[in-house]
């Protein structure tokens, strides 16, 4: 319809007197374009999602998680590993402006700031290309992102004394000693029980005393002039008690 100078009317914005509710057409009206979400959807979900935790299951019962001797809170000398997805924050910890004085900086500023990064990165560049060279922002913050993660983490991986961690977490076989022997006696007069246990299994200061390769005189001489964090002169009894005592724990060694 057209009236005066080219005005021209091409819709009606009419409101109707009586709302209809807004109701979506069914998924049949769409055929071989859509599905029912139950049962045909949702099972297909299910279906899949059974393969992947049979895959887990199977993963697990032919690769165990590897275990460690009982957790010691006392042990002080221990040092924890976390998971790999956690090593990066685990390296960030190491540097200088984020460890000791500065760890609320390493383990939580520079943590919020990058996962703040993150967030605010769908809200900085609105564009609407899905292209990933067509929003620069957003692609930049996340290529920043996986590659700070990675070499934090190849870098926690390459630094770290995997064969340290693995000995001082072995399960190590213990027996129980005799404690009414001359032996054990003389290792509590000379406060040997105190630091490496009343069962010679070891502690926090100190390495278990059972399944070593020592011989009866080279305990000896560790007894007199000590090594590692164990000083000289910790033995104050007579040689005859010594050798008493060096034979005693050279019996709960490796044969």
Same mark, same amino acid.
């Given at each position: 319809?057209?009236?005066?100078?080219?005005?021209?009317?091409?819709?009606?914005?009419?409101?109707?007197?009586?709302?209809? #509710?807004? !109701?979506? %057409?069914?998924?049949?009206?769409? +055929?071989? $374009?859509?599905?029912?979400?139950?049962?045909?959807? =949702? /099972?297909?979900?299910?279906?899949?999602?059974?393969?992947?935790?049979?895959?887990?299951?199977?993963?697990?019962?032919?690769?165990?998680?590897?275990?460690?001797?009982?957790?010691?809170?006392?042990?002080?000398?221990?040092?924890?590993?976390?998971?790999?997805?956690?090593?990066?924050?685990?390296?960030?910890?190491?540097?200088?402006?984020?460890?000791?004085?500065?760890?609320?900086?390493?383990?939580?500023?520079?943590?919020?700031?990058?996962?703040?990064?993150?967030?605010?990165? #769908?809200? !900085?560049? %609105?564009?609407?290309?899905?292209? +990933?060279? $067509?929003?620069?922002?957003?692609?930049?913050?996340? =290529? /920043?992102?996986?590659?700070?993660?990675?070499?934090?983490?190849?870098?926690?991986?390459?630094?770290?004394?995997?064969?340290?961690?693995?000995?001082?977490?072995?399960?190590?076989?213990?027996?129980?000693?005799?404690?009414?022997?001359?032996?054990?006696?003389?290792?509590?007069?000379?406060?040997?029980?105190?630091?490496?246990?009343?069962?010679?299994?070891?502690?926090?200061?100190?390495?278990?005393?059972?399944?070593?390769?020592?011989?009866?005189?080279?305990?000896?001489?560790?007894?007199?002039?000590? %090594?590692?964090?164990?000083?000289?002169?910790?033995?104050?009894?007579?040689?005859?008690?010594?050798?008493? /005592?060096?034979?005693?724990?050279?019996?709960?060694?490796?044969?």
């Amino acid at each position: 319809m057209h009236r005066g100078k080219g005005m021209k009317f091409v819709g009606d914005s009419r409101v109707p007197a009586v709302r209809k #509710p807004n !109701i979506p %057409k069914d998924y049949s009206e769409y +055929p071989g $374009k859509t599905e029912a979400f139950w049962p045909n959807f =949702l /099972l297909k979900e299910w279906m899949v999602g059974s393969v992947f935790l049979i895959g887990y299951l199977c993963l697990t019962v032919a690769h165990p998680s590897p275990l460690e001797r009982m957790a010691d809170p006392t042990d002080t000398g221990y040092i924890p590993l976390p998971d790999w997805y956690f090593l990066f924050l685990y390296q960030l910890l190491k540097y200088t402006y984020a460890a000791g004085p500065y760890t609320v900086i390493g383990a939580f500023i520079m943590p919020g700031i990058a996962g703040g990064a993150l967030l605010l990165a #769908p809200f !900085i560049d %609105k564009g609407p290309e899905r292209r +990933p060279l $067509k929003r620069p922002v957003a692609t930049g913050f996340m =290529l /920043l992102a996986i590659a700070s993660i990675t070499f934090l983490t190849w870098e926690s991986v390459a630094h770290h004394d995997w064969d340290a961690a693995k000995k001082q977490g072995a399960i190590v076989k213990t027996v129980q000693v005799d404690k009414e022997a001359d032996g054990y006696k003389i290792a509590q007069t000379n406060t040997c029980l105190t630091c490496h246990g009343e069962n010679l299994q070891g502690g926090p200061a100190a390495p278990t005393l059972q399944n070593m390769s020592y011989t009866p005189e080279e305990i000896a001489k560790i007894a007199r002039e000590g %090594k590692g964090a164990m000083p000289k002169g910790v033995f104050k009894g007579t040689d005859e008690e010594l050798k008493k /005592l060096s034979e005693y724990i050279a019996q709960y060694n490796k044969k």
